[in-house]
Nanobody, 124 residues
Framework: QVQLVESGGGLVQAGGSLRLSCAASGGNIEPYHMSWFRQAPGKEREFVAAHSSIGGYYIADSVRGRFNISRDIVKNMVYLEMNVLKPEDTAVYYC??????????????????WGHGTQVTVSS
């Protein structure tokens, strides 16, 4: 079983940047599709970005051009680089791991393992 722990969240002004990290333990992330989701208060959990086990990249339209996902197999880490942050990016950000088809990457219901989340707050 894979355990995921996020870090790097915090308070940042609009236009600023943050880099979220996700440390995996209990297994190697190489065979998993790794994703980031976020959930704002009163809203459903939504897909942000994914890196598939075969190297494909998937980005939500709302963050395209501003956010980037990457993984380090040696360190067993996943990262989310967030630039030009906006107040609407405020949410708890979750790291996720799953197997299966890449068609389901944007569906939080197919995730196998979740991290506990890290809060990102963007002030205007």
């Amino acid at each position: 079983q894979v355990q995921l722990v996020e870090s790097g969240g915090g308070l940042v002004q609009a236009g600023g940047s943050l880099r979220l990290s996700c440390a995996a333990s209990g297994g190697n992330i190489e065979p998993y599709h790794m994703s980031w989701f976020r959930q704002a208060p009163g809203k459903e959990r939504e897909f942000v970005a994914a890196h598939s086990s075969i190297g494909g990249y998937y980005i939500a339209d709302s963050v395209r051009g501003r956010f980037n996902i990457s993984r380090d197999i040696v360190k067993n880490m996943v990262y989310l680089e967030m630039n030009v942050l906006k107040p609407e990016d405020t949410a708890v950000y979750y790291c996720a791991a799953e197997t299966g088809t890449v068609r389901n990457l944007r569906d939080p219901g197919t995730v196998d393992y979740w991290g506990h989340g890290t809060q990102v707050t963007v002030s205007s």
